[in-house]
């Protein structure tokens, strides 16, 4: 892969060679230096100051063993990270996944798009992330908060409430932020917004559960209206069927779409009907089932094996909501074969750098992750406000100020791709006023920094 502009492509060669066999980094970090190169070109400052090499090397990566106790009494050990990629505009902040396919490569590529993410929020937020190859698959809930406890014990001496704030990610909701916060608490003496995503007895924030996906259906919903069209109508497919994907797939609905399709990662249902998602919630965030129970439960649906051929059902809207590079070339081929116009990343980084240009290509309104996943961080942002207030924002405030802050995402990276001469591409325009705002904080804060 070649970059079009000399210093980017330096930079570039030199992450592939500092960070080798890191996939993912690699590809989150080209995309994103691909879509800049008209902002380098424009202000030959980040040149000078060498911004971008800074941008794309952590302020710093913490690698620590999570040593914890099985059910059965075997003692077990995982590895734990945590990366504090850029503080320019804020204290850390971004979530903890708990996967076993979290490695170094994941944890960055999630950490540098949420440096770009949280400035798009407006909110004064740096960018991190963090996690373990822990997998909650199977796991009592005695082992999740053994396992909880240990991570935070060595956790907790790298964040605080102005430092360093982790949140949810993969793997990691409720249940888990009450442990980690709980373990804090014991360790610090003190009760500080430190998480965000916490229970709502414990300084947590109404809506921080639905807000990634409701703020996606917030952002697609803008990028519709500008084409003079709506959810209304539409038929949707929303991969996964955890936290994003159910809100997403909730909002959706309640714009008047018709949800015909969600999966988890051993396969996907359809329910031509509409899903109900009284019962996915049920499975899924009461029971911590399978997806394939949603087909013996309601009659009419069908369960198919393998989570890829989702993108084969036929529809007009396409949520991926599940995980990174979910959706390769082959996939997008399939989607836009079948008509589908409007694709919105609830995950992050879910389509591959050739789906997304393909989806560009063929003209399919495309959101991209950091701008339309926003929401979660940025209710999150409004969790640490309400903590330093200590008072708490009532359901109807926080959902708007979620939506008002979705909107502005939107028109902030709609005028900012037209402004560079790329009307329409919404990856240029986040990308670049995602980075401007990073950039020119960085450029003020000194050569040492
Ligand atoms: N939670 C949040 O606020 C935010 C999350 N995101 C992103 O959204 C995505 C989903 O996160 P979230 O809903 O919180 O996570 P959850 O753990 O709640 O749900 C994840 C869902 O994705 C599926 N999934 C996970 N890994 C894979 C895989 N390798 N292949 C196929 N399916 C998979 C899971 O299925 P299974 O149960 O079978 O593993 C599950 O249905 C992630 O990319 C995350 O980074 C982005 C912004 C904020
Ligand atoms: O709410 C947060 O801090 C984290 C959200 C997150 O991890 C993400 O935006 O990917």
Redesign the pocket.
């Known amino acids: 892969m070649s970059l079009k502009n000399a210093y980017l492509q330096k930079v570039y060669d030199k992450v592939v060679a500092k960070n080798p066999n890191e996939a993912e980094f690699q590809q989150a970090v080209y995309e994103v230096l691909e879509s800049i190169t008209p902002a380098i070109e424009k202000n030959p400052a980040y040149e000078k100051a060498n911004i971008i090499e800074r941008m794309v090397e952590p302020e710093r990566m913490i690698t620590f063993r999570v040593t914890w106790v099985d059910d059965n009494g075997n003692v077990q050990v995982n590895r734990g990270f945590r990366v504090q990629f850029n503080s320019a505009i804020g204290p850390y902040k971004g ?1 903890l996944r708990l ?1 076993p ?1 979290v490695c170094a490569s994941v944890i960055k590529f ?1 950490g540098f798009e949420q440096v770009l993410k949280n400035s798009l929020t407006t909110l004064p937020m740096g960018g991190g992330k963090g996690g373990s190859d822990f997998d909650p698959k199977g796991k009592s809930d005695m082992e999740i908060m053994r396992f909880c406890q240990s991570f935070m014990t060595e956790l907790a001496k790298h964040i605080g409430a102005d430092t360093d704030v982790p949140a ?4 990691v ?1 409720a249940r888990e932020v009450g442990y980690l916060f709980g373990q804090y608490k014991r360790l610090r003496n003190e009760f500080t917004g430190v998480l965000t995503g916490k229970g709502l007895s414990f300084g947590g924030s109404l809506v921080r559960t639905e807000a ?1 996906g409701y703020g996606l259906c917030y952002f697609v919903e803008e990028m519709l209206k500008d084409s003079n069209t709506s959810f209304a109508g539409k038929e949707v497919v929303v991969s ?6 159910i809100y997403a797939a909730e909002k959706a609905m309640e714009l008047g779409a018709k949800v015909i399709a969600m999966s ?3 396969g996907y249902v359809v329910d031509e009907a509409g899903i109900k998602l009284d019962v996915v919630k049920q499975i899924k965030e009461v029971e911590r089932k399978r997806i394939k129970e949603y087909a013996e439960r309601v009659e009419g649906a069908q369960y198919h094996e393998g ?1 890829k051929g989702i993108w084969t059902v036929k529809c007009d809207i396409a949520l991926p ?4 590079n ?1 959706i390769d070339l082959e996939s997008a081929k399939a989607l836009v074969a079948n008509g589908c116009k409007v694709v919105g990343e ?3 980084m879910p389509s591959t750098i050739d789906a997304i240009n393909y989806f560009l290509d063929n003209k399919v309104l495309f959101a991209p992750a950091k701008a339309a ?1 926003a929401g ?2 940025a209710t999150s942002g409004l969790e640490m406000s309400q903590n330093s207030e200590r008072l708490s924002w009532t359901f109807e405030e926080v959902d708007a100020k979620l939506h008002s802050i979705m909107v502005n995402i939107y028109k902030n990276a709609a005028t900012t791709a037209k402004e560079y001469g790329f009307e329409g591409n919404l990856v240029v325009g986040a990308n670049i006023a995602g980075f401007l705002k990073v950039a020119d904080a960085m450029l003020a804060q000194g050569y040492a920094y």
């Not at 949810?168 to 793997?171: A, P, T």
């Not at 996964?240 to 994907?245: E, L, T």
């Not at 909501?321 to 990174?324: N, V």
């Open positions: 979530g996967h396919s999630l949810g990610d993969i793997g909701g990634t996964g069927s955890g936290n994003v994907a988890d990662s051993n989570c909501c599940a995980t990174q979910e609830g995950a992050n996943n979660g961080v």
